[in-house]
């Protein structure tokens, strides 16, 4: 078996050759390139990890970077096995060879863990106030 992608003639890095040298930069908004990822996620049905990873809509920066943020290093990983057949096909549906995309570790604060039947409760309460009515209605304990 060749690859995954078999209705491709050439290999993702011939084809990253090929439309890195052309000199096409033709410009694109956020929507064609919505358009384009989308349509390029649904090639990855079997692969669920990373279509996950990359159900995000990259932001387009200076001279047609495209940042894409991440969660942790396995989603980076991920997305460095497939990234040169990414840009590729990106450069050519776009015809745009100067893109390249990026990836950004995101340093996104999670909230603290919640653990005992009272700190669930108490979250809950945050988001309808109206359980703490309905507990002492019907004089719940959460044997604490």
């Given amino acids: 078996m060749r690859g995954k992608f078999q209705e491709e003639k050439i290999s993702a890095k011939e ?3 090929i439309y ?3 000199d096409e930069s033709e410009p694109f908004t956020t929507e064609d390139l919505k358009v384009k990822w989308e349509q ?3 090639r990855l049905e079997d692969r669920p990890n990373l279509k996950s990873t990359l159900s995000t809509i990259p932001e387009i920066k200076e001279n047609y970077q495209l940042l894409l943020e991440i969660e942790n290093t396995i989603q980076e990983n991920l997305i460095g096995g ?3 057949e990414l840009v590729s096909w990106l450069r050519k549906e776009l015809h745009n060879s100067k893109i390249q995309l ?5 340093e996104k604060v999670k909230g603290r863990l919640i653990y005992t039947d009272s700190e669930k ?3 809950m309460v945050k988001k ?3 359980l703490t009515l309905l507990r002492q209605k019907f004089k719940l304990d959460f044997g604490n």
Wanted: net charge negative.
């Fill in 128 to 130: 309808n106030p109206e």
């Fill in 15 to 17: 084809q990253h050759q």
């Fill in 121 to 123: 409760f108490e979250e």
């Fill in 82 to 84: 497939i990234r040169p």
């Fill in 20 to 22: 890195t040298q052309a």
């Fill in 40 to 42: 390029f996620l649904t």
């Fill in 102 to 106: 990026i990836t950004n570790i995101s």
